[in-house]
């Protein structure tokens, strides 16, 4: 990360020297001990270095992310707060399957599932683009929305990845084209959609109580974290956390006590009155300190 991180930093000094000729140069200096980014060689592209394959993998990852971060948003579960499963389509399994770690982290998820059939999570309605699709069927269109609200799931498949597909209307045989539609998508109970153009991601919203739990530490260990920055707390310091008695939320830190303290460095977690302000952790009202241990 620093090799990459230097590389890029010096790479862009040199980039920007002549339009930022001031900040560019100290950057440069600082970075390098050189005398002066302007007696530097101008970057020149080396296309060699250029992977078509990983910026297109990596592009997918990306706006996969993306997506699930929306589908998160809209069904309101916090970042902190982790899921059992998304699900993406199976079409995507062969050129990304390989970084389902980086989704699993940055989407804070437990599974990804590759599925074939994305219309057992969701609901598919194809309308028509009437814009598109009004001068060429005119009067027969309410017969063409009508074959198009039968059309089967492979169907939809197809005009989602910008394929084509057949229909009879009028007695003729009309070849429908993705333009020609719009594909409205709506998620089943328990599960939270996001899509753009033909990439879809589904999330798995059913919360259970450990799913809670893990979700209530997670916020718990950022709150302590941001206590430690707040007392000014050397990055090393180690702590006592006290707390004060709540059932609720002890039920939900009992089995994570060592994944709190390696996290925040405490070395003990103790139950005390505290007189602090009260803190909200998931809909849980707890007043929480920390001490340095000396």
Do not use: W
């Not at 020609?180 to 709506?186: G, L, P, Q, T």
């Amino acid at each position: 990360v620093y090799q990459t991180t230097y590389q890029v930093l010096e790479g862009i000094c040199r980039l920007i020297a002549p339009i930022v000729p001031f900040v560019s140069d100290e950057i440069y200096t600082n970075l390098t001990g050189e005398e002066s980014v302007h007696l530097a060689s101008y970057p020149v592209c080396d296309d060699t270095k250029i992977n078509e394959t990983i910026e297109t993998r990596m592009d997918l990852v990306r706006d996969l992310i993306s997506l699930g971060r929306n589908a998160r948003e809209e069904a309101k579960i916090k970042v902190r707060q982790p899921i059992s499963e998304v699900i993406i389509d199976g079409k995507n399994e062969n050129t990304i399957s390989d970084l389902v770690d980086l989704i699993k982290e940055e989407l804070n998820v437990k599974e990804v599932t590759f599925a074939s059939n994305l219309s057992e999570y969701m609901n598919f309605e194809v309308k028509p683009n009437f814009k598109v699709c009004g001068k060429i069927f005119g009067a027969h269109m309410k017969e063409f929305q009508e074959k198009l609200s039968s059309i089967s799931d492979s169907d939809i498949s197809i005009l989602e990845n910008n394929g084509t597909i057949f229909l009879e209307v009028n007695g003729e045989t009309t070849e429908i084209t993705s333009e020609m539609v719009e594909i409205r998508v709506s998620s089943k109970e328990g599960f939270n959609a996001s899509h753009e153009g033909n990439h879809f991601i589904v999330l798995n919203t059913t919360l259970t109580e450990e799913l809670i739990h893990e979700g209530i530490v997670r916020e718990f260990i950022s709150k302590i974290q941001n206590l430690r920055k707040a007392k000014d707390f050397e990055i090393t310091d180690r702590i006592t956390i006290y707390y004060e008695d709540n059932q609720e939320f002890e039920n939900a830190i009992s089995n994570y006590i060592e994944v709190i303290k390696k996290e925040t460095l405490a070395l003990e977690i103790v139950k005390k009155y505290l007189e602090v302000e009260i803190s909200n952790l998931n809909g849980i009202e707890v007043k929480f300190d920390v001490e340095k241990v000396k």
